[in-house]
């Protein structure tokens, strides 16, 4: 059979909590990119089920690693941050679509100085 002629019927995401792979799909696949606005998007913040269900639960991200093994060392998410990603459509502030640097959390007002010192520092 031909390359042009062969198509695939399932892709490979991994997911950015344990690093593991799933089978997607292609049906699914193209369903999940179009609600995250894109593939890279979605690759990006693809959490697997397995993972959601005890963030959702309050475990923390190591917690959760530590339980479902092969802990994924290049994760730079905070708890907070993945705590917007898990939340979905509750979230105001945050949609599949919008990139995390956007990702307004709502901090006490003492923490908010503090990296707006931070950022004076730095800048």
Known sequence: MAESQKQKKTTQIACIITGKTTTLTK???????????????????Y?????KSMLKRGYSMQEV???LGSPNSQVSLTDEQVKVLISGEDSENFSPSQPLESVNIIVQPHVR???????????
């Open 65 to 67: 690693q530590d339980v």
């Open 113 to 123: 100085d503090f990296i707006d010192k931070l950022k004076q520092y730095n800048g």
């Open 27 to 45: 049906e699914y696949f193209e369903r999940k990119v179009s609600e995250y606005g894109g593939e890279q998007l979605l690759r990006d913040q």
């Open 47 to 51: 959490i697997c089920k397995q993972a």
